[in-house]
């Protein structure tokens, strides 16, 4: 199965060329003049997503929610993005996973919005965040980083923002590979990872931007 993943894309809708099975973004999809306005930003899936996903060579679509996507957190959306999706003959074909799951070509994603830290933000608390997840979970797609191999380290500010909680997570799953954003310069390209079965596992950090908002790497392939 291929995927290309992207996260902090911000309104940015970057050129995908090559074909998939599925792409993947894993939070802070909404553009930041609308960010705070719901109308806004489902107008802006519908007027500028939607059209991009029909033009792609890829087969199914995941959107996971992440801290600038206030859209989200309104009751209405999930039943304005099934109508946007009906609308366009895409029910089936994206799939909005928030604390939920969906199996594609035999494997499991299962998807996590939370960060921490950052209060006043959407899917945000300052500790305590709840990161668990179906045990059968393949490829696990969280907005937060977890706190292994530099994938959450802004060297500007010489610091590591991951999650302990949630690389202690992942290390006691079985997941083949978690797909993460929201610290837009931590450390991309894949990091390895040993699980405490013996398995192996890949952090891909696919933020597609710099700390000041400029389009700065490439969505992310990754084969499984």
Not at 48 to 72: E, M, W
Not at 97 to 111: H, I
Not at 114 to 120: A, I, M
Request: proline share 4%; hydrophobic share 40%; aromatic share 10%.
């Amino acid at each position: 199965m291929k995927i290309i993943a992207l996260s902090d894309l911000h309104g940015n809708l970057v050129k995908i060329s090559e074909s998939a099975d599925v792409l993947v973004i894993a939070g802070d999809f909404s553009p930041l003049y609308c960010q705070q306005d719901p109308i806004g930003t489902i107008g802006w899936i519908e007027s500028r997503l939607i059209p991009l996903f029909k033009k792609l060579d890829i087969s199914d679509f995941i959107i996971v929610p992440g801290n600038h996507d206030f859209a989200c957190t309104y009751s209405f959306f999930n039943d304005d993005l099934k109508t946007i999706l009906s609308r366009h003959e895409l029910i089936g074909r994206v799939h909005y996973l928030n604390r939920s799951s969906v199996k594609l070509f035999g494997k499991k994603f299962y998807g996590i919005p939370d960060t921490e830290g950052l209060l006043g933000w959407a899917f945000s608390k300052k500790c305590n965040v709840d990161y668990s997840f179906d045990k059968d979970t393949d490829i696990l797609i969280t907005h937060q980083p977890p706190k292994i191999s530099g994938v959450g380290f802004v060297s500007a500010y010489n610091k590591d923002f991951g999650s302990i909680d949630l690389r202690n997570m992942i290390l006691d799953s079985n997941i083949e590979a978690n797909i993460c954003g929201h610290i837009h310069t931590g450390k991309h390209g894949g990091c390895k990872l040993s699980l405490n079965n013996g398995k192996t596992s890949c952090i891909y950090n696919v933020s597609i931007l710099d700390e000041d908002y400029n389009i700065a790497f490439e969505p992310t392939v990754i084969e499984i």
